[in-house]
C-alpha cells in the first residue's frame, strides 16, 4: 500500500536521486547498503512480483543527509508504524492499494466478492478494450494501484444479479417492444448468473452453448463468464467426471 499523501519513488527515481546509474543501483542493491531500518519499501509483504517503491521525502532527505551518520539523522518517518499492514483507523480515501490490498478493502467494507470474482473483473476480456472493473488510478512498471475511494465506490455502484439496464430481447428476437441486449460485459455476467439459478441442471457444456448464442460470444468466453458467475454466486465448479 502507498499510504495517502506521500509520493511514490521507484527504483529508477531512487537511482536518480542518489546519482547512480540504474543497472549499478540494482545490480548492487544499493537500497540494503544505503537505507536505514527506518525507509521501509511500501510493497505488500508476501507479494510474489515486487515492484520496489519508497517514501521519496525520505529518499531526498536522506540523500542530503549522507555525510551523517544515521543516527544522526532526521529522516522522516512513515505515516504509519507498518505501511504493509496499517490499523483500520488510519485507513484513508487516497490510499493506493495493489490488486490484492484492493480486494481486501472490498472484504473489509462488507463485500462477499471472491478474490476469484474481483480478478476476473479487472481481467480484460479478449474481444473488449477495457475492463468492467475500476481504471486503476496509477500504474507502476506494470503493477496497478487504485485509491481506495475508488475500488469501495466501484463496488457500490456495481449492479446486483437481474440489475442490468441492458436487459432486455436478444439479438435476432422478434419482439421489437423491449430494448435490445448490448453486449456488456455486466449483463453477459447477469445472464450467466440467471441461467445458474433458473435451470441449475443443465450440464455444463449446455450452459455454455447457451450463453455463447444468447450473448453472441465464443465458446471460450461462455466458459469465462459462466466461471465468474459460479464464483459470484459461490457455486463449485461442476466435478471433471460430470457428464
Same mark, same amino acid.
Given at each position: 500500500?502507498?499510504?495517502?499523501?506521500?509520493?511514490?519513488?521507484? *527504483?529508477?527515481?531512487?537511482?536518480?536521486?542518489?546519482?547512480?546509474?540504474?543497472?549499478?543501483?540494482?545490480?548492487?542493491?544499493?537500497?540494503?547498503?544505503?537505507?536505514?531500518?527506518?525507509? #521501509?519499501?511500501?510493497?505488500?509483504?508476501?507479494?510474489?512480483?515486487?515492484?520496489?517503491?519508497?517514501?521519496?521525502?525520505?529518499?531526498?532527505?536522506?540523500?542530503?543527509?549522507?555525510?551523517?551518520?544515521?543516527?544522526?539523522?532526521?529522516?522522516? *518517518?512513515?505515516?504509519?508504524?507498518?505501511?504493509?499492514? =496499517?490499523?483500520?483507523?488510519?485507513?484513508?480515501?487516497?490510499?493506493?492499494?495493489?490488486? *490484492?490490498?484492493?480486494?481486501?478493502?472490498?472484504?473489509?467494507?462488507?463485500?462477499?466478492?471472491?478474490?476469484?470474482?474481483?480478478?476476473?473483473?479487472?481481467?480484460?476480456?479478449?474481444?473488449?478494450?477495457?475492463?468492467?472493473?475500476?481504471?486503476?488510478?496509477?500504474?507502476?512498471?506494470?503493477?496497478?494501484?487504485?485509491?481506495? #475511494?475508488?475500488?469501495?465506490?466501484?463496488?457500490?455502484?456495481?449492479?446486483?444479479?437481474?440489475?442490468?439496464?441492458?436487459?432486455?430481447? =436478444?439479438?435476432?428476437?422478434?419482439?421489437?417492444?423491449?430494448?435490445?441486449?448490448?453486449?456488456?460485459?455486466?449483463?453477459?455476467?447477469?445472464?450467466?448468473?440467471?441461467?445458474?439459478?433458473?435451470?441449475?441442471?443443465?450440464?455444463?457444456?449446455?450452459?455454455?452453448?447457451?450463453?455463447?448464442?444468447?450473448?453472441? *460470444?465464443?465458446?471460450?468466453?461462455?466458459?469465462?463468464?459462466?466461471?465468474?458467475?459460479?464464483?459470484?454466486?459461490?457455486?463449485?465448479?461442476?466435478?471433471? #467426471?460430470?457428464?
Amino acid at each position: 500500500m502507498i499510504p495517502a499523501g506521500r509520493t511514490p519513488a521507484t *527504483v529508477e527515481r531512487a537511482a536518480e536521486i542518489f546519482g547512480k546509474s540504474l543497472n549499478y543501483f540494482q545490480n548492487q542493491r544499493l537500497w540494503e547498503k544505503l537505507f536505514p531500518a527506518t525507509i #521501509k519499501s511500501f510493497h505488500r509483504a508476501g507479494t510474489q512480483r515486487i515492484t520496489r517503491i519508497w517514501d521519496e521525502e525520505q529518499l531526498l532527505a536522506l540523500a542530503a543527509q549522507l555525510e551523517l551518520p544515521f543516527d544522526q539523522q532526521d529522516i522522516p *518517518v512513515l505515516p504509519v508504524a507498518d505501511p504493509q499492514h =496499517p490499523k483500520p483507523e488510519e485507513y484513508q480515501d487516497e490510499d493506493l492499494l495493489d490488486v *490484492v490490498e484492493a480486494w481486501e478493502a472490498l472484504r473489509e467494507a462488507g463485500s462477499e466478492l471472491s478474490q476469484r470474482a474481483w480478478n476476473t473483473y479487472i481481467s480484460r476480456a479478449d474481444d473488449a478494450r477495457e475492463t468492467s472493473g475500476p481504471k486503476p488510478d496509477l500504474e507502476i512498471n506494470g503493477s496497478r494501484y487504485w485509491y481506495r #475511494k475508488t475500488v469501495l465506490g466501484w463496488d457500490k455502484k456495481r449492479l446486483g444479479r437481474g440489475e442490468s439496464p441492458n436487459a432486455g430481447r =436478444p439479438k435476432g428476437s422478434k419482439d421489437t417492444t423491449g430494448p435490445r441486449i448490448r453486449p456488456t460485459a455486466i449483463a453477459r455476467l447477469a445472464a450467466a448468473e440467471d441461467l445458474l439459478q433458473r435451470l441449475p441442471d443443465l450440464s455444463q457444456a449446455e450452459m455454455v452453448k447457451t450463453i455463447a448464442s444468447t450473448q453472441n *460470444v465464443s465458446d471460450r468466453q461462455a466458459l469465462r463468464i459462466l466461471k465468474e458467475a459460479r464464483a459470484n454466486l459461490g457455486l463449485e465448479e461442476p466435478s471433471s #467426471k460430470k457428464k
